[in-house]
């Protein structure tokens, strides 16, 4: 015994001191013989306060005791392995360690000491708990995840998924673990399929990535995968990947796609889509050489369905003339609504005369009555046709010349269909330099007005005048009223206008008071378009009048029947303010527009006029005659003046004076005359009666 204890002494320390880890030995009654440095680390303790003893003093009494027992058992039996609890005596820190002790024997078999060594788990006691529960968040993670997790094996065998793969894919768990990869995808994703493995064998990582797989049910789902390589310790390779279900996306976007491209009401190609269509065709036939064709097609008053009916039953109307367009056209044209009532039609017809018929049968299909629940609508369509080449090689200039053929076609009466012509392009471009130039020609001081009487029949007495709209371009000299109002109401600069032709007869019947000239009321033309305007712009008006001192009742408004049909509050609302201000209201061409008595009766309206058309037809025992005393029998019933439009001769005077018209206005009495003209004939009449 005291050879291996010398040898202990002398040679083991040094030995056990290179270990890098605590090792100790004990003699068979439990005191310590030998500790390594480690240990005096570990415990905090010099080693020359250790041995010899037990622990008794150093450690605690019921750490002691369960070294000793741990001691026993390794002297008795094999190695003995488990976890104690030491103290750190200089840190007072407690340390778990992980000990091996194992007897050493004698030759003969007889215990003589015990070593042990020791690893500090302190920390990976301590992280145990944390990895546990961050192992179990994971795998609830895994589980709860909306996305779809997978693990592969590099022959595509199903090794691991989540809940959200499952439902994904419409498979069991036991069923997709006999399943592979390539079960649930689609043969045509092939190549694509061969591009991502590339890219997971050469940079580790593949997608974003959209396909499809095969659903239990055999239906397709739209996915998106992303995947990377894992090396695992057994040296096999792992694919993980994220599959989502982008099914809802697909929608979404299918919608927005739609909604871009679809009309809401008809659920025909809107504006964008037709376009697009249109320059497909195009393309097509330039490269075919062949021909094809733009139909244009307008609907003719459609606004008054919508004000007789309601925007609801409007909308009705458009529907079924979708769905009479679409049955009545080949597999290879489009047709598409723009906005409101009109549609555009891509054909790829290059027959002339089939595009005649194809249109004269559109026109007659859409002109049928038209079922609006309990109502019945009738409505009629005007088309213009370009074709291409020869009326334009691009889709613009087929749309502008389709569109100008169909306003050609609402020139000539509507219902119609009417080819481009190389003339409306050229009406088309003076329209264009009109409206140009109209910007200028208030500033310019290019307007005149001229003034034509209104005669009392039975006095020859001039009652009233009408204010005639004249305009003197420098170069392009005279413009017709009949050319330059529709195009200042189409952009807007008819509101000045007006505006101007209001101040300008203030001004003028002020210089006529104060040259002492009879008190006579002036007529104004008032478009549409100014009664579309709020009636505070008639403020402007009363401020007008009131600064020339002038009464409302020097001055009369004509408006068209048109206006009557509109009957919005906007315009009641003004035809109210101008009644208010003593302004009378004169309907002008009465007979030529809409000839509704009806129309009469939901306004006060002061004068009405009988057009031209019928008073030149008046003759004795004519239908025109027979008209126009009905007019005025009707309108004195109703309590209006009636005024006789462009009355030329003695005899038609003669007759409408039988017939009870108290006043007229024509070539018999005056031509429109220029301010100073008409000042001299309206002297001149008061002078001769």
């Not at 009654?29 to 480690?38: E, G, T, V, Y």
């Not at 889709?395 to 609402?410: F, G, I, P, S, W």
């Not at 008032?526 to 009048?545: N, Y």
Request: charged share 25%; aromatic share 8%; hydrophobic share 40%.
């Amino acid at each position: 015994m005291s050879g291996i204890f010398d040898w202990l002494e002398k040679g083991m320390p040094a030995v056990l001191d290179a270990i890098p880890v605590p090792v100790f030995v004990k003699d068979p009654d439990s005191r310590f013989i030998l500790i390594n440095r480690r240990c005096e680390e570990q415990w905090g303790i010099p080693r020359t306060e250790v041995v010899g003893g037990t622990g008794e003093g150093i450690f605690p009494p019921e750490q002691v005791m369960r070294l000793m027992e741990n001691d026993r058992r390794a002297l008795e039996g094999s190695a003995v392995a488990c976890d104690e609890v030491m103290r750190n005596v200089a840190l007072g820190q407690d340390r778990t360690l992980h000990t091996l002790r194992r007897a050493i024997r004698d030759q003969v078999g007889r215990t003589c000491s015990l070593v042990g060594v020791s690893v500090d788990i302190t920390d990976i006691r301590r992280t145990e708990p944390a990895l546990r529960d961050s192992e179990e968040k994971l795998r609830g993670l895994f589980e709860l995840s909306p996305l779809g997790i997978v693990l592969n094996g590099m022959d595509g065998s199903y090794l691991e998924f989540n809940s959200a793969f499952c439902a994904i894919c419409g498979y069991s768990p036991d069923e997709l673990r006999r399943l592979d990869y390539w079960a649930l995808t689609p043969t045509k994703y092939a190549s694509q399929e061969r591009e991502q493995l590339d890219a997971l064998l050469t940079q580790g990582h593949y997608g974003p990535y959209e396909k499809e797989y095969i659903r239990k049910d055999g239906s397709l789902v739209p996915l998106r995968l992303t995947g990377v390589r894992l090396h695992a310790s057994d040296g096999g390779s792992y694919i993980w990947s994220i599959v989502e279900d982008i099914s809802a996306q697909k929608k979404a976007q299918e919608a927005v796609w739609y909604h871009a491209n679809f009309d809401d009401i008809t659920a025909l190609p809107n504006r964008r889509l037709v376009y697009q269509r249109l320059e497909e065709e195009i393309a097509r036939a330039r490269g075919t050489g062949r021909r094809m064709a733009l139909l244009f097609i307008d609907f003719d008053r459609f606004k008054e369905i919508n004000d007789a009916f309601g925007h609801d039953k409007g909308d009705m109307l458009l529907k079924e003339a979708a769905r009479r367009l679409a049955e009545r056209l080949s597999a290879g044209d489009t047709v598409g609504r723009l906005n409101g009532d009109e549609f555009m039609i891509v054909a790829a017809e290059d027959d002339i005369r089939r595009l005649r018929e194809l249109a004269d049968d559109l026109r007659q299909a859409l002109s049928a009555p038209y079922r609006l629940g309990a109502d019945l609508a009738y409505s009629s369509v005007s088309i213009g046709i370009a074709v291409f080449p020869q009326d334009g090689e691009n889709a613009e200039a087929l749309v502008r010349h389709a569109d100008q053929a169909m306003y050609e076609a609402k020139g000539l009466g509507r219902n119609r269909c009417r080819f481009f012509r190389s003339a409306l392009q050229e009406e088309a471009t003076r329209r264009g330099r009109i409206a140009n130039e109209l910007r200028g020609a208030i500033a310019g001081d290019q307007f005149r007005l001229f003034y034509q009487p209104i005669i009392d029949l039975g006095t020859g007495e001039v009652v009233k005048a009408e204010a005639l709209l004249r305009w003197q371009h420098p170069q392009m000299g005279l413009v017709s009223p009949a050319e330059f109002i529709p195009v200042a109401e189409q952009t807007g600069e008819i509101i000045a206008i007006g505006q101007w032709v209001f101040e300008d007869v203030l001004r003028q019947i002020t210089a006529w008071d104060a040259a002492g000239l009879p008190p006579i009321r002036i007529g104004v033309n008032r478009s549409p378009v100014e009664f579309r305007q709020s009636a505070d712009v008639l403020d402007a008006w009363a401020e007008r009048l009131a600064e020339h001192g002038l009464s409302g009742r020097r001055i009369l408004v004509e408006i068209t029947e048109g206006l009557l049909v509109e009957l919005s509050d906007t315009v009641r609302d003004q035809f109210e303010r101008l009644q208010g201000m003593g302004i009378a209201l004169s309907l002008d061409d009465f007979g030529t527009g809409y000839s509704s008595l009806a129309y009469l009766r939901k306004f006060d309206v002061d004068f009405l006029k009988i057009d031209r058309a019928f008073v030149q037809g008046v003759e004795r025992g004519s239908d025109d005659l027979a008209l126009c005393e009905a007019i005025i029998v009707m309108a004195q019933k109703l309590g209006i003046e009636v005024v006789a439009e462009g009355i030329e001769t003695e005899d038609q005077c003669a007759l409408l004076v039988t017939a009870g018209c108290r006043l007229g206005q024509g070539f018999l009495f005056s031509r429109p005359l220029p301010a100073d003209a008409f000042a001299a004939y309206l002297r001149g009449a008061a002078q001769h009666g």
